[in-house]
């Protein structure tokens, strides 16, 4: 039985991250990582590497995450007992009776505090973007409690609608993109130690 929080009309706002500016950012970033590699792997002490390395990378993490926010604006997400509709202010961005969606996947995007992909299809339209916290920075209880909802209200209204397709497959390889460069810094740095190990003897 679906609950009354479920049946009654709910809004919900979020943010909206700007796939272009996202990706652009996302590839843009492996450029100053190249430069920073290339400038630490010239210094001879361990301890400058170490302080260069991570300040240049609090500065690159700190404009890229300034870049993603700039793209970002708030959208409103209209759960109605029998359709979906969403808004950019008074602009429509989607919107579908339950009965007419095809296929739908809502899931996080690199973790629990990175936001999360919302995609839906039917004949006509579909939707799919990163959907963030109304504070982009701040996640509250309450940007919980919307995502929970989302997820819930599609999943009591089109339970066998829920699918994984090859949108998804691909957003969850990006979602894995900041690991993996954290990773290749992780074995840069860990490179350069071994290198100045064995050059210094």
């Known amino acids: 039985m679906i609950s009354n929080a479920l049946v009654e009309m709910k809004k919900i706002t979020v943010r909206k991250v700007d796939w272009r500016i996202f990706i652009i950012n996302l590839v843009a970033s492996v450029i100053p990582l190249y430069f920073i590699a290339s400038y630490a792997y010239k210094l001879q002490n361990t301890t400058i590497q170490t302080v260069f390395i991570i300040g240049c990378l609090s500065i690159v993490g700190g404009i890229n995450f300034l870049i993603v926010k700039s793209g970002t604006y708030l959208i409103d997400i209209i759960l109605k007992d029998d359709e979906i509709e969403i808004f950019n202010k008074?602009?429509?961005?989607?919107?579908?009776?339950?009965?007419?969606?095809?296929?739908?996947?809502?899931?996080?995007?690199?973790?629990?505090?990175?936001?999360?992909?919302?995609?839906?299809?039917?004949?006509?339209?579909?939707?799919?973007?990163?959907?963030?916290?109304?504070?982009?920075?701040?996640?509250?209880?309450?940007?919980?409690?919307?995502?929970?909802?989302?997820?819930?209200?599609?999943?009591?209204?089109?339970?066998?609608?829920?699918?994984?397709?090859?949108?998804?497959?691909?957003?969850?390889?990006?979602?894995?993109?900041?690991y993996i460069f954290l990773g290749i810094a992780v074995l840069i740095l860990i490179g350069i130690f071994i290198y100045l190990i064995f050059y210094l003897k």
């Not at 429509?92 to 339950?98: A, D, G, L, Q």
């Not at 919302?118 to 209880?141: G, H, M, P, Y």
């Open 90 to 178: 008074d602009k429509v961005v989607y919107n579908s009776k339950y009965a007419d969606i095809h296929s739908y996947n809502i899931y996080h995007f690199i973790n629990k505090r990175g936001g999360y992909i919302l995609r839906i299809n039917n004949k006509k339209q579909s939707f799919c973007s990163l959907l963030t916290w109304a504070e982009f920075s701040i996640v509250t209880d309450s940007d919980r409690k919307n995502y929970t909802i989302i997820k819930d209200t599609l999943n009591a209204k089109i339970p066998d609608k829920k699918k994984i397709n090859g949108k998804d497959y691909i957003l969850k390889i990006f979602s894995a993109m900041p």
